[in-house]
T-cell receptor, first 115, second 113 residues
Framework: DTGVSQNPRHKITKRGQNVTFRCDPI?????LYWYRQTLGQGPEFLTY????????KSRLLSDRFSAERPKGSFSTLEIQRTEQGDSAMYLC?????????????FGPGTRLLVL | GQQVMQIPQYQHVQEGEDFTTYCNSS?????IQWYKQRPGGHPVFLIQ?????EVKKQKRLTFQFGEAKKNSSLHITATQTTDVGTYFC?????????????FGKGTSLLVTP
């Protein structure tokens, strides 16, 4: 399967713990995005990378959240000191970087539950 | 900031009936994209509209972009049970980069046989 993959698919954690999610984009895609989706809502943008550079961040991305894409390939999203409000589906998407409005391909997501 | 709103939030139709969802933006969009998310699944790209007044068709699906590039619609003719899911429109998140997407809340379609 050459699509976007995310691990783990599900994560249950206790409030205050740190969690880290991984996203492996489609191999030739240079742009990578993280979104968060809660029940009944559309995906909300968190942050975006072009190669290894983090170029955009949403105000939703508090200082407890950090994302990296060290070699311009896979990316990690870490949430420190998790809160119950962090419970959501975290979606990763990638695109080829041909210009504005390019198709984004989404991974299956990591569903986080904070108890 | 820019908002993208969709109506209706839910739609329940009998198989064979038509379905339309509408998307409205508070600002002019350079482009608009439509995604479908099946229950338990992830968003899957359907189409992108760029030109004012553009109409595109994919089999039973017809997509329109308004003349002012502030609204769009998706119409499904003769729905089938395979059309079940949530349909999202999305515009550029930032006017200066346009790469990240700003999604509407979606319209959930339920089709009963």
């Amino acid at each position: 399967d050459t699509g976007v993959s995310q691990n783990p698919r599900h994560k249950i954690t206790k409030r205050g713990q740190n969690v880290t999610f991984r996203c492996d984009p489609i191999s030739e895609h240079n742009r990578l995005y993280w979104y968060r989706q809660t029940l009944g809502q559309g995906p909300e943008f968190l942050t975006y990378f072009q190669n290894e550079a983090q170029l955009e961040k949403s105000r939703l991305l508090s200082d407890r959240f950090s994302a990296e894409r060290p070699k311009g390939s896979f990316s990690t999203l870490e949430i420190q000191r998790t809160e119950q409000g962090d419970s959501a589906m975290y979606l990763c998407a990638s695109s080829l970087g041909t210009g504005v409005g390019e198709t984004q391909y989404f991974g299956p997501g990591t569903r986080l539950l904070v108890l | 900031g820019q908002q993208v709103m969709q109506i209706p939030q839910y739609q329940h139709v009998q198989e064979g009936e038509d379905f339309t969802t509408y998307c409205n933006s508070s600002t002019t969009l350079s482009n608009i994209q439509w995604y479908k998310q099946r229950p338990g699944g992830h968003p899957v790209f359907l189409i992108q509209l760029v030109k004012s007044g553009e109409v595109k068709k994919q089999k039973r699906l017809t997509f329109q972009f308004g003349e002012a590039k502030k609204n769009s619609s998706l119409h499904i003719t003769a729905t089938q049970t395979t059309d079940v899911g949530t349909y999202f429109c999305a515009g550029p998140q930032f006017s200066n980069s346009g790469y990240a997407l700003n999604f509407g809340k979606g319209t959930s379609l339920l089709v009963t046989p």
